[in-house]
């Protein structure tokens, strides 16, 4: 290196400092392109001819090299208008270094034209506002086209330099030690491992810092490089500009004593209180965890927690250290390195880098959420649906087939707990940022579990470069923490698409959905039946068109029971143990949903069976009359006729949340008649249903005997309160005149009074009523038979069908007995004649039996001819006032025989008793196969 002794006439000329010495041998130098005074070749306008680049041309104590801007060449040559000139293109660059022991002072351009077009690139000094005077002290001095320049000739002064005395130095050990000093003193300084932290973009600004201090060595034109260990005594001269200390330029320092060693630069780190302090000027600083936020291309300010913050620069000054000029991009976390400087508005950072730090995501530290649980069933660490930020990406979970819980698993310590079904973690980039790494750390040992639909998951961690990114569990996950790194948004940013949603305006096209639909539900005047047993993981709903579940959603806290609620939720349609479910969805928090109070709920009511089909799945049914025995604590049969339905009042099965109870009634041995239940028809599985319990009482019978069948009510004494069970039962016909139903089953007949029956409908169910029994000879005595009936009291639960109306085949003498009383019984191969006065009409048969027809219903046309002999007549049996009748039920129940003649010859050759082919007996022969004594018989 150079040992030159002083540089004073430098600060002298750049910063007006005393004047500490003097400068002899002034020298004037003319490079004269007009009149080529140094016998260069000269080129033609239309050729590179005259090509100067590189080349360095000696003019006395000064020599001037002229560099190409890489495209164009520096040129020498010939212009018609203007005579032989120098031509310097924009980004070309030409100087002028003095001779050993020689100063430049000026440099003094003469031009053909009005303009010149530079910047000093080296060499520091002032130019004049016209561009055309330089004025300053320097070795060398080099200036940079901003344009094409045209030049004539160029004037040269240059100074020879007067060193001054040895004693004149003050002598230092720090870079504190010198920083104190007065400015223009002239110091000799020993560095002891002082280290180059930066090196500015002009190329002569040095950033040297010690243990004591830092300093900027200004216009050094060395080799030293950040990273540079420095060992050894320099002499230089101390000034300060704009607050900041600086040595003084290198072409006028001593470097023959300097030792030379490479290490990594340590910056000072700390928060942005700690490090802007006067004391840290020039030094090699770093901040971390701070929001950067941009202002234009070259600037920006960094804030931390605190509120405290520093403009962090990227400009157009020489002295700064960064290259990159549009590098700066906002960020919610970043660490910044750079050189602490000041400057008129106030101290800074010139930037060595700025890195955007991932934003941690950390499930071990309760903080994130506010909230933990200390084991796996602590309801305080539960995630339904939630969103979480920081640093600006958006971090949201989703309970799957179970919460999500931030708690303390087992032996992971705290983490978050993942359970699988639809997306279960989402995160979203901030505006301007894509993400480009997610590394997933996991709470124990086990498989990742986490599938998703972009980029690619390796070894824990997701790597694409997305706006967002949906994670669905496929297992149970434990994740300790996650770090997300992000990055500028290209444009090879992935987008990720918005969920498609399914409208659907009511619970049952809801559950028509299939299974892992998403779906905007409109629920309109919707009822909440019930919430599971803990309270939150399971809401039962139903509304006018069935019902289901809304399961592990942030919704749950909205929904009370027995209320009645409107409005829209997000949801995807699941089926677990044969229950359609409401899951949530990461659109969910835009549900919107008013309540109000209801008394009640809708009901379906009727019978075990009647209740117990799909259509009633997760709705409230009511069921009367049955009984329950329990067959635990928590479980038992519902029982009603043949049908019976478990009761469950426990706790969860296979996925299976259920209805929350005082459990009093339930309870091993407990047995219960006639109870009125209500419930939630669920699905226990796929096959079977039971019922989670809303309510459920015994209440005392209303009834004195309870019967089965109607024989048996027949033969309970008079006025007694019977409850009486129906089985296929049939009602034969009505009688307007006594308001009465002729009602039969597989025992017996009955008449039933007092409620709206239909004829030729089969009954199921039971009737509640009194028994009566009415002497039906109203002349003779003793009596002839008796009435049977129920007069019904109270409301029944019955089920009515349409059911054919086929009579019992019997002979006039089977019929006339008192156990047919009301029954629908069909007579074969009878004649018909009048007697007394028209009204009734004797049957006579082919064994000479008799028995009474009389139209008592009044379901014959008014015209209505009888026959004179009937094939077939079915009507009901009833005692009236002296003898049995057959009452047709209809004209269509008498068919007429035209087979008289036959039938009288043949009825006398029966003796043994006849059937037809069906095995039905015959009063006689008749057209057709007879069987007679095991043998066929065939009358035409």
């Known amino acids: 290196m150079k040992r030159i002794s002083t540089f004073w006439l430098v600060l002298c000329a750049l910063l007006a400092l005393p004047f500490s010495g003097s400068a002899q041998g002034v020298t004037k130098t003319l490079f004269d392109f007009q009149q080529n005074n140094l016998g260069l070749t000269v080129g033609t306008s239309a050729s590179q001819d005259g090509n100067l680049s590189g080349r360095d041309i000696v003019n006395g104590d000064v020599t001037m090299r002229a560099t190409s801007s890489g495209t164009m060449h520096a040129r020498y040559y010939y212009l018609a208008s203007r005579g032989n000139q120098l031509q310097v293109i924009k980004d070309g660059r030409l100087r002028f270094t003095a001779a050993e022991g020689k100063v430049i002072t000026k440099v003094e351009f003469v031009l053909s034209t009005t303009q010149i077009h530079w910047s000093v690139d080296l060499g520091g000094g002032t130019l004049s506002a016209d561009m055309k005077t330089w004025e300053g002290a320097a070795t060398s001095v080099r200036f940079l086209g901003t344009g094409t320049n045209y030049i004539d000739s160029i004037y040269v002064t240059t100074a020879t330099v007067v060193t001054p005395q040895a004693d004149q130095f003050t002598e230092v050990s720090s870079l504190a030690e010198l920083n104190a000093l007065a400015d223009g003193t002239l110091a000799r300084l020993t560095l002891s491992n002082a280290q180059v932290t930066a090196r500015g973009i002009d190329g002569w600004t040095v950033y040297v810092q010690d243990a004591t201090a830092a300093a900027h060595f200004y216009l050094m034109d060395d080799d030293l490089q950040a990273g540079d260990v420095l060992n050894g005594t320099i002499e230089v001269t101390k000034y300060t500009q704009t607050g900041n200390p600086r040595i003084g330029p290198a072409e006028y320092t001593t470097f023959d004593g300097l030792t030379v060693t490479k290490a990594e630069a340590e910056p000072l780190a700390g928060s942005i209180a700690d490090i802007k302090t006067a004391a840290n000027l020039n030094r090699l600083v770093k901040i971390s965890g701070v929001k950067f936020d941009v202002e234009s291309k070259t600037k920006g300010t960094a804030t931390d927690a605190e509120g405290n913050s520093i403009v962090v620069f990227n400009g157009t000054s020489g002295m700064s250290p960064y290259a990159i000029k549009e590098d700066l991009s906002s960020c919610a976390k970043a660490t910044i390195v750079g050189i602490l400087y000041n400057v008129s508005a106030g101290l800074q950072i010139y930037p060595l880098s700025i890195e955007e730090e991932p934003t941690v995501f950390d499930f071990s530290n309760s903080t994130l959420c506010g909230y933990a649980g200390t084991a796996l069933t602590d309801t305080k660490g539960y995630i339904y649906n939630e969103v979480f930020t920081v640093d600006g990406v958006a971090m949201q979970v989703l309970a799957g087939s179970a919460p999500s819980r931030l708690t303390y698993a087992n032996n992971r310590d705290t983490c978050l707990v993942m359970y699988k ?210 067959t635990s604590a928590t479980a038992g049969t519902l029982k009603l006729g043949d049908d019976e339905i478990t009761v469950n009042n426990g706790t969860a099965t296979a996925n299976q949340q259920l209805h ?198 009044g379901v014959l046309p008014f015209d209505y001819e009888w026959p004179a002999n009937a094939k077939t007549i079915t009507g009901v049996v009833l005692y009236y006032m002296t003898g049995w009748f057959l009452i047709p039920i209809s004209a269509s129940a008498i068919v007429e025989d035209t087979t008289v003649g036959v039938r009288a010859a043949t009825v006398q050759t029966a003796a043994a008793p006849v059937y037809n082919i069906q095995g039905i007996r015959q009063s006689s022969l008749h057209k057709g196969i007879n069987i007679v004594g095991g043998k066929k018989i065939a009358v035409k």
């Not at 124990?444 to 972009?454: A, F, H, R, Y």
């Not at 309970?716 to 009602?731: C, I, P, Q, W, Y």
């Not at 004649?831 to 004797?842: S, T």
Request: with cysteine; aromatic share 6%; proline share 2%.
């Open 421 to 630: 079904d639809y997306p279960s973690l989402k995160f979203t980039a901030p505006a301007g940022k894509a993400i480009t790494k997610i590394e997933f750390t996991q709470a124990g040992s086990g498989n990742l579990n986490l599938t998703t639909d972009n980029g690619t998951v390796s070894d824990h961690t997701w790597q694409g470069n997305a706006d967002g990114v949906r994670f669905l569990a496929s297992g149970t996950v434990y994740l300790k923490n996650a770090v997300v790194t992000l990055a500028n948004k290209g444009d090879d940013t992935y987008a990720l698409p918005d969920i498609e949603y399914t409208e659907v305006s009511n619970i049952a096209a809801f559950n028509a959905l299939q299974d892992g639909t998403y779906a905007k539900l409109t629920l309109t005047d919707a009822e909440v039946i019930g919430k599971s047993a803990d309270g939150y993981s399971t809401v039962f709903i139903q509304d006018a068109t069935g019902g289901a579940w809304i399961q592990y959603t942030s919704l749950n806290d909205q929904l009370t029971e027995q209320t009645k609620v409107s409005g829209t939720v997000y949801a995807a349609k699941r089926v677990a143990s044969g229950n359609p479910q409401l899951k949530e969805t990461e659109a969910t928090p835009a549900s919107e949903l008013t309540a109000a109070a209801i008394s009640d709920y809708a009901t379906v009511e009727g019978t075990i069976a009647q209740v117990n089909v799909a259509a009633n799945l997760n709705k409230v049914v009511r069921i009367t009359g049955a009984s329950f025995v329990a």
């Open 660 to 857: 929350k109870i005082d459990a009093t009634w339930v309870k091993e041995e407990t047995k219960m008649e006639n109870v009125t239940i209500v419930a939630i028809l669920v699905a226990a599985s796929a096959t079977k249903n039971q019922l989670l319990p809303i309510s459920m009482e015994e209440v005392a019978a209303p009834f004195d005997v309870e019967v089965a069948s109607i024989a048996e009510f027949n033969a309970v004494e008079d006025g007694k309160l019977v409850k009486l069970s129906l089985n296929n039962a049939r009602v034969n016909a009505y009688n307007d005149l006594q308001n009465a139903y002729y009602v039969e089953d597989a025992t017996a007949a009955t008449v039933i009074k007092g409620v709206n029956l239909t004829a030729g409908t089969a009954l199921n169910g039971y009737l509640l009523g009194t028994k009566a029994t009415e002497d039906v000879d109203y002349v003779n005595t003793p009596s002839q038979g008796y009435e049977y009936s129920m007069t019904v009291t109270d409301a029944s639960n019955i089920v009515a069908t349409a059911t054919e109306l086929v009579g019992t085949p019997m002979t006039i003498a089977e019929a006339c007995a008192q156990a047919t009383y009301g029954k629908l019984v069909t007579l074969s191969n009878v004649a018909i004649a009048p007697i007394g006065n028209g009204r009734n009409l004797m049957l006579t048969d082919a064994e000479g039996n008799t028995m009474k027809t009389r139209d008592l219903l």
